[in-house]
Each structure stands twice: as structure tokens, then as C-alpha cells.
């Protein structure tokens, strides 16, 4: 195999902005072999997959058979996280700046941040944009965007996985976005066990069987599992499939 190229978290929101046709100026850069990949598709899935370190997907890959398909048809990026935590790295995504410029170190900092998400920008740009995540981080996004789908928390992961693609499919048949943001937790609460796995590879294969049309999906984790120190690199997929995923 050859070595995945390496990018840096804070690359994302640009590279997407730049397939959905607008510039986004922050701390990243425009991956060019994303957009070049992309080729004028004008829908992006950004699926947040809590956990997914590189190394973590790799030794993984076998049961993680719908990403590592995506994979196959996609591109795979070593991809730098600066945080260990959630909130942070996650905000690092959307916004793409690092955790010094956007300042969200909890979901409450989201609701007084003073720096634009890529989301919220995408919207401005008449977009049509829909966010699902945990209820408290998701109504952060409320009256930003074009529709917030807030997936309540609850003690059983793999149910609170299953909610969030359910909720994604919705929205796809309501507002067919040009842009659907989705965050998955089940490998983070659960770790590398096959039932998160299994889990979260199904919520993706869901999502993708009911694209309204052609969208570049984007499959990020937030950081490495908790228990690697040693790790700071997480896993990036991008791939882009169409309505019928044999056609
Ligand atoms: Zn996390």
C-alpha cells in the first residue's frame, strides 16, 4: 500500500466549502486532490465518526466493510487531530481553525462562539444545510442552518447511533441538503468491539442507500480512542457514490 497522504483536520471545512462552491478562509487549506476527486459534485456528507483513529480503522478494516468500500472507490488520508476531546476537535472540523482561534473547549462555548462554521457559512451561501447531533450541541446550530435534527442522549449508544442515521435519512427526504453533518459515538462509548463497529459502518451504508443523488461523503474521526497517548492521527475517507450504490 502506498503511504495515505497526510492532512491536518483544519483542512476539511475548506476542501468542502470549495466542492460546494464557495471559499472559506481559516486556518486549513483546500485539499486540491479532494476537489479534483469531487469533480463538480455540489453535495458533501460529513459523517463524524467518534473515535476513529488511523491506526484504529486500519487494523479494523475487515469489519468495517462499508467505509473500507468507500475507501476502495474513495481516497484515505492520514488525517492530524489537535485535541484528545470531542467538542474541541470537532469544532476544529467545522470551523477549521485550531482549538486557540475557535475557543470551544465545551458544547456551551458553542452557543456564544463568535467564530463563523462552516455549516452556518455554507447556509449563508443559500445552501441547503442540516446538522444531526446530540441534542445540546445540536441546537447550538439552531436558526444557522436549514434544519437541526437533535438526537437525544440517552445511556444506550448503539440506539442513540441508530437515531442519528434514521434523523439523517429523514432530512435527506425532506430537504435533499447540499450539505448533511453527522456525528456517530457508538466506538467511542463502546471501543473497537464488532456491535460499535458493525454499528457505525451500518449507519453509513444506511445514509448512502438513500442519497437523494451524487454527494462526496466525508468519514472523520474526531480524535483517537482515548486510551492512545501515543496517537495523534485520525482516519479520513472521502468517497463519492451515487443514488444506487451498484449502479
Ligand atoms: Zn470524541
Known amino acids: 500500500m502506498i503511504a495515505p497522504r497526510e492532512v491536518e483536520q483544519v483542512d476539511i471545512a475548506p476542501s468542502i466549502a470549495s466542492l460546494l462552491g464557495f471559499s472559506f478562509p481559516c486556518d486549513g487549506e483546500v485539499v486540491d486532490e479532494i476537489v479534483m476527486y469531487a469533480n ?4 458533501a456528507v460529513l459523517a ?14 475487515e469489519g468495517f466493510s462499508f467505509i473500507s468500500f ?24 467545522l470551523c477549521g ?14 452557543y456564544i462562539r463568535r467564530v463563523k462554521c462552516l455549516p452556518e457559512v455554507a447556509y449563508e ?7 444531526v447531533m446530540e441534542e445540546y450541541g445540536a ?23 441508530e437515531e442519528a442515521s434514521r434523523q439523517a435519512v429523514e432530512a435527506m427526504k425532506e430537504l435533499d441538503p447540499n450539505l448533511l453533518v453527522v456525528h456517530f459515538r457508538s466506538l467511542d462509548v463502546l471501543g473497537f468491539v464488532p456491535t460499535s463497529i458493525e454499528m457505525v459502518d451500518r449507519s453509513l451504508r444506511t445514509i448512502a442507500e438513500n442519497l437523494v443523488g451524487e454527494a462526496t461523503f466525508f468519514v ?3 480524535h483517537p480512542p482515548h486510551d492512545r497517548e501515543d496517537e ?12 444506487r450504490l451498484n449502479a
Open 40 to 43: 463538480g459534485c455540489n453535495r
Open 48 to 61: 463524524i465518526v467518534d473515535s476513529l483513529g488511523f491506526e484504529e480503522y486500519l487494523s479494523n478494516r
Open 70 to 93: 468507500m475507501e476502495s472507490q474513495g481516497l484515505l488520508f492520514k488525517c492530524l487531530s489537535y485535541s484528545k476531546r470531542t467538542t474541541p476537535s470537532i469544532a476544529s472540523i
Open 97 to 110: 481553525l485550531k482549538l486557540e482561534k475557535h475557543g470551544i473547549e465545551r458544547t456551551e462555548d458553542a
Open 125 to 131: 451561501e443559500g445552501l441547503r444545510v442540516v446538522v
Open 139 to 161: 441546537l447550538s446550530f439552531q436558526g444557522l442552518v436549514s434544519s437541526v435534527k437533535p438526537v437525544r442522549d440517552r445511556p444506550e449508544v448503539l440506539e442513540f447511533d
Open 220 to 222: 472523520v474521526g474526531d
Open 232 to 243: 495523534e492521527h485520525v482516519a479520513l475517507i472521502v468517497s463519492k457514490l451515487r443514488l
